[in-house]
């Protein structure tokens, strides 16, 4: 059994501010050691449940975040940007996939909720249903057949994954009071929560049936300018000035157009114009 874990990090234990998981700060330095323990948790469970390979991909900014030197030696680690599926490369070699550190979407409440911070998105709908980063790798993973058997975030996340993922394992680690307050539990407490899920989550994994397409993405920003910048791709077309729309048949490919499409939107960003 193969095992990828998408790591993501503002919804690893204890994160509540934009300075814990913004790269270089004192801040991200400590919060780097909260993800390592939640990724090695979600390992040591995946391991126990009878995992035989376990992948990390990194997720998060940079993707340069979790500290190698103290991940769990029997997991290798996918880290630096640039990966052909981004926040899901590995999947097409799994057997399992989980979320670790994940959040809700734009829009949403949750602690530092957003989706693709950077790219002015003011939300995300496939097929009509609205979109976290969490919907948007599940479906993903599930056009390949892969299961997201675990994920890991605050009680928000949790509960939007509910409606991506109902069979899989949740671990709220935190509580939401706001996007940047959230009650919060000791690491080792979370650890140990996610750890026991993982091995049960182990129990869900194995391919099934690919969901198939079509896949009709839109997106909405915050000025019209990133919507124009976003147009620049064929086959991407204005559906109202902030918001634009494509169709695939094929997920891949509808996935890789979206994050182009938030690579030109973040390219476009100009100074906040009140």
Known sequence: MRVMISADMEGASGVTWPGDVAPGTEQWQRFRRMLTSDVNAAIAGFFAGGADQVLVNEAHSSMRNILLEDLDPRAGMLTGRHKPLGMMQGVQDADA?????????????????????????LGLWINGAPASEGRLNALVAASLGVPVVLVAGDDQTCADAANYAPAAEMVPVKTSVSRYAAICRHPTVTAAEIQAAAQRAAGLAGCGPAMAGPWQFEIEFHATHLADAATQIPDVELVTPRRVGFSFDDMLVAARCFRACTRLAGAATEPDFD
């Not at 959040?103 to 909720?113: D, Q, T």
């Not at 957003?114 to 002015?120: M, Q």
């Open 97 to 121: 996939v989980a979320f670790v550190g994940y959040h809700a979407g734009a829009g949403e409440p949750g602690v530092l909720a957003h989706t693709y911070l950077g790219a002015g998105l």
